[in-house]
Nanobody, 115 residues
Framework: QVRLVESGGGLVQAGGSLRLSCEAS????????MGWYRQPPGKRRELVAT???????NYADSVKGRFTISRDNAKNTVSLQMNSLRPEDTAVYYC?????????WGQGTQVTVSS
């Protein structure tokens, strides 16, 4: 059973930075796409950023230029560097990894940005 464990969430003031990390509980052979999604209070889950096995990236328009996704296949991790945070970035952030064709999700980590 693969578990994804997120870390790095917390409370930060507007304009600040946080770095989220997500690690798989087992070694992954040929990990597929990885990504981050978020669910703001009272809203649906939405895409934040994805990164393919070839390290091509895709970002939601709302985070372009502020967030950077990266991956380390040797360590089975995906990270999200978040700069210039805004109150509207407040949400539960979830990581996801595609492993042998199946999508796995983390339990979520809360990010709160105060104004």
């Amino acid at each position: 059973q693969v578990r994804l464990v997120e870390s790095g969430g917390g409370l930060v003031q507007a304009g600040g930075s946080l770095r989220l990390s997500c690690e798989a509980s087992v070694s992954i052979f040929r990990p597929g796409a990885m990504g981050w999604y978020r669910q703001p209070p009272g809203k649906r889950r939405e895409l934040v950023a994805t990164i393919t096995s070839g390290s091509s990236t895709n970002y939601a328009d709302s985070v372009k230029g502020r967030f950077t996704i990266s991956r380390d296949n040797a360590k089975n991790t995906v990270s999200l560097q978040m700069n210039s945070l805004r109150p509207e970035d407040t949400a539960v952030y979830y990581c996801t990894m595609t492993i042998l064709g199946l999508d796995h999700w983390g339990q979520g980590t809360q990010v709160t940005v105060s104004s």
